[in-house]
């Protein structure tokens, strides 16, 4: 009995190449039924997003402007203000002092048109306390006299220079005239009566120009405002004074 060799099934391997399987996935096919996966998250690598850089702001020319304006007007600042530091420790400034000594009615008359007219004589002592400055009174000055919100009379103080602890009189003219007056008159008889004095106000607007030593500044204004009680309002006499007052103003 012969024996024949047994023949045992061997794998081929060009049978895959020759019987390619089917995709679980067609071709034409965007989506299984598990989702895309091109889209899975295990497969995919992750994006890195990198921030774009702010856009560069450029700065007009007015924005420049405005800051070369404000810089320069905060270095002037600085500077004038150290300046008017140094000469205050300088040279001491010390406030002018006013007083009304005299004040003489020389008409106090009622007109037909119940106008009333009026006309002051006033004796200013102005003092000038400082050692070392002096004061210039420039033109442009206005006085005037007041019962209680009526104007009465006004003139002007002389142009003249103040020197350093100089004490100087000034005499002024003063004249007014005062519309609708009928009732104003009575009045001022009345109070005369009731209180035995008369309550004005003279008021006094003055440019000036102060010397620092050698250096003359730009011209500034000050304000006197002076209250005053007197005796009586009789024409052509002296009328006593029994209280002033003063109080200095400086304006830039």
Not at 31 to 58: C, N, Y
Not at 118 to 143: H, L, Q, R, W
Request: aromatic share 8%.
């Amino acid at each position: 009995m012969s024996h024949h060799p047994k023949i045992h099934p061997v794998h081929d391997p060009e049978a895959s190449l020759a019987h390619p399987t089917a995709p679980l996935v067609p071709r034409t096919a965007s989506r299984s039924e598990h989702g895309d996966p091109s889209k899975d998250p295990l497969t995919q690598r992750p994006q890195r997003f990198v921030p774009l850089a702010p856009p560069k702001k450029r700065r007009s020319c007015c924005c420049r402007c405005v800051c070369y304006t404000l810089c320069s007007l905060l270095l002037l600042i600085v500077v004038v203000g150290a300046t008017i530091g140094i000469l205050y420790l300088v040279f001491k400034p010390k406030l002018p002092d006013y007083s009304i000594d005299r004040l003489q009615l020389t008409r106090f008359t009622m007109n037909q048109d119940l106008s009333l007219s009026t006309s002051f004589n006033v004796t200013i002592t102005a003092k000038n306390p400082n050692k070392k400055i002096g004061i210039y009174y420039e033109d442009g000055s206005k006085i005037t006299v007041w019962y209680r919100e009526t104007q009465l009379s006004n003139g002007s103080l002389p142009k003249f220079y103040q020197g350093h602890k100089n004490t100087t009189v000034i005499f002024v003219e003063m004249t007014g005239q005062t519309q609708d007056a009928s009732g104003l008159r009575t009045t001022i008889e009345d109070q005369q009566q009731r209180t035995g004095n008369i309550p004005l106000r003279i008021r006094v607007n003055q440019p000036v120009r102060v010397k620092f030593g050698k250096l003359k500044l730009f011209e500034v204004r000050f304000s006197v405002r002076c209250g005053v009680l007197i005796d009586s309002l009789v024409t052509n006499n002296v009328i006593k004074i029994q209280s002033s007052s003063c109080k200095f103003r400086l304006r830039l």
